[in-house]
């Protein structure tokens, strides 16, 4: 079955520092992947995806690319500030599992000023 | 942008009790909720499918009689936790689809931790 796997936190920065979340899946067909954000006390949101090999999702400074050859949709971005602390959840979904998605166990990333 | 509530946001009860969780979008009708539970340190897990007035899908391995869903009405799906033991203790999170919403395009409610002594 599908399955991803990505780094376990907590992941601590220092403001305008670069991050990083490694992500990796197994599906047996063609996924769509994404990126979820939870604030704390908040529900998840998507942050961005990618629907297909090369694709780049991108929002608000995040940046992850499809790479079909590695199976992995990495999340960057190029200086984290205070208020990117927050949980980060992988995924991806597959049309011919119903389009359920399937989520990684999250990474805590804390922000230090 | 939509927002997705939940109550209670943490409980606490004895074994064999019964809990029940509500799931509420407070900005759009929802036909479609989904029922999520995680373990510490691990992902959220699809528990089931919950359409407004009809029967809910359980994901294999999910007890329908154990965890019952009902979506009464556009805007309002409840979990109930029937005879609840230690194990069932976890965090349930909830998400409704806006109307011809693609399946990521879900909202997540905060959560709620249920803890059964």
């Known amino acids: 079955g599908n399955s991803v796997t990505q780094m376990e936190g907590p992941v601590t920065l220092s403001e305008e520092a670069f991050l990083t979340i490694n992500c990796t899946y197994t599906?047996?067909?063609?996924?769509?992947l994404f990126w979820y954000v939870q604030y704390p006390g908040e529900g998840l949101q998507l942050l961005l995806k990618?629907?297909?090999?090369?694709d780049k999702g991108s929002n608000k400074g995040f940046e992850a690319t499809y790479r079909k050859e590695t199976t992995s949709f990495h999340l960057e971005k190029g200086s984290v500030q205070v208020s990117d602390s927050a949980v980060y959840f992988c995924a991806l979904s597959e049309q011919a599992a119903g389009n359920k998605l399937t989520f990684g166990g999250g990474t805590r990333v804390l922000v230090k000023p | 942008g939509a927002v997705v509530s939940q109550h209670p946001s943490w409980v606490i009860c004895k074994s064999g009790t019964s809990v029940k969780i509500e799931c509420r979008s407070l900005d759009f009708q929802a036909t479609t909720m989904f029922w999520y539970r995680q373990f510490p340190k691990q992902s959220l897990m699809l528990m089931a499918t919950?359409?407004?007035?009809?029967?809910?899908?359980?994901e294999q391995g999910v007890e329908k009689d154990k965890f019952l869903i009902n979506h009464a009405s556009l805007t309002l799906s409840t979990l109930t936790v029937t005879s609840a033991h230690p194990e069932d203790s976890s965090f349930y999170i909830c998400s409704a689809l806006p109307p011809q919403g693609a399946r990521e395009t879900q909202y997540f409610g905060p959560g709620t931790r249920l803890l059964v002594l």
């Open positions: 599906a047996t067909g063609y996924p769509s």
């Open positions: 919950s359409n407004e007035g009809s029967k809910a899908t359980y």
């Open positions: 990618a629907t297909k090999a090369d």
